[in-house]
C-alpha cells in the first residue's frame, strides 16, 4: 500500500460543476494534511491546510477529513477552467515527522 | 516576505558531468526539503535538512547530496549526470520540519 494514494485521474469535470478530489494516507496518527496545486510546468503553491476531523471552506475550495477512515478530499465549487491543474495531496507523518505526497491527481475543467 | 528562491532556474549540462543546485527559504525558515520531478511522475522526495543536518534522505544513488548551511540556504549537488536526471528539482522550505512547506519556482535540469 502506498503511504498517500490519489484518485489516479485524469478526472475531466464540466465548468460550473463540482471536482472532487480523493486522498488516502496510511499513517494512522498523522495529524497534518495539505492540499497543494501545479499548474503545468509551474511548482506547487500550497492551496489549504486542515487538521481537524470535518470541513474546512476557503472561498470555492473545501477540504473534508475524516481521520478514522484515513481519508481526505478536496472539493472544488463553481469550477473554473482555470482550476485546470494537477492537485497533489501531502500528509505529514507523525512517527518519521516528514511530509509525504501523493503522486497526485490531473484535473481538467472543460468550458 | 520574499518567498523561496532556486538558482539557477535553467541549467543544461552533457552526461558525466556534475551540477550544484541552489536554494535560499523564506526568511526565518530553518527546514529545507529537495524533490525530483520528472514529466508524468510524482514528487520523488531527495532530502530534508533542518539546522544544518539531515533528517531524511530518498531512495536515490549517493550522486545525489546535499547540505545546509548556517544561514539555512541549501545547496544540493548531483555528480556524474545521467539522461535520467532530467527533471525539475523543487526547493521547499519550513519553519520547522512540521510546519507548512513552501515551494521554489525549481531549477530545470537538462542532460544531454
Known amino acids: 500500500q502506498k503511504e498517500v494514494e490519489q484518485n489516479s485521474g485524469p478526472l475531466s469535470v464540466p465548468e460550473g460543476a463540482i471536482a472532487s478530489l480523493n486522498c488516502t494516507y496510511s499513517?494512522?496518527?498523522?495529524?497534518?494534511f495539505f492540499w497543494y496545486r501545479q499548474y503545468s510546468g509551474k511548482s506547487p503553491e500550497l492551496i489549504m491546510s486542515?487538521?481537524?476531523?470535518g470541513d474546512k471552506e476557503d472561498g470555492r475550495f473545501t477540504a473534508q477529513l475524516n481521520k478514522a477512515s484515513q481519508y481526505v478530499s478536496l472539493l472544488i465549487r463553481d469550477s473554473q477552467p482555470s482550476d485546470s491543474a494537477t492537485y497533489l495531496c501531502?500528509?505529514?507523518?507523525?512517527?518519521?515527522?516528514?511530509?509525504?505526497f501523493g503522486q497526485g491527481t490531473r484535473l481538467t475543467i472543460n468550458p | 516576505k520574499a518567498g523561496v528562491t532556486q538558482t539557477p532556474r535553467y541549467l543544461i549540462k552533457t552526461r558525466g558531468q556534475q551540477v550544484t543546485l541552489s536554494c535560499s527559504p523564506i526568511?526565518?525558515?530553518?527546514?529545507v526539503s529537495w524533490y525530483q520531478q520528472t514529466p508524468g511522475q510524482g514528487l520523488q522526495f531527495l532530502f530534508e535538512y533542518f539546522s544544518e543536518t539531515q533528517r531524511n534522505k530518498g531512495n536515490f544513488p549517493g550522486r545525489f547530496s546535499g547540505r545546509q548551511f548556517s544561514n539555512s540556504r541549501s545547496e544540493m549537488n548531483v555528480s556524474t549526470l545521467e539522461l535520467g536526471d532530467s527533471a525539475l528539482y523543487l526547493c521547499?522550505?519550513?519553519?520547522?520540519?512540521?510546519?507548512?512547506?513552501?515551494f521554489g519556482p525549481g531549477t530545470r535540469l537538462t542532460v544531454l
Open positions: 526568511s526565518g525558515h530553518r527546514s
Open positions: 501531502a500528509v505529514l507523518f507523525q512517527g518519521a515527522q516528514k511530509l509525504v
Open positions: 521547499a522550505s519550513s519553519p520547522t520540519v512540521t510546519d507548512t512547506q513552501y
Open positions: 499513517d494512522r496518527v498523522s495529524q497534518s
Open positions: 486542515i487538521y481537524s476531523n
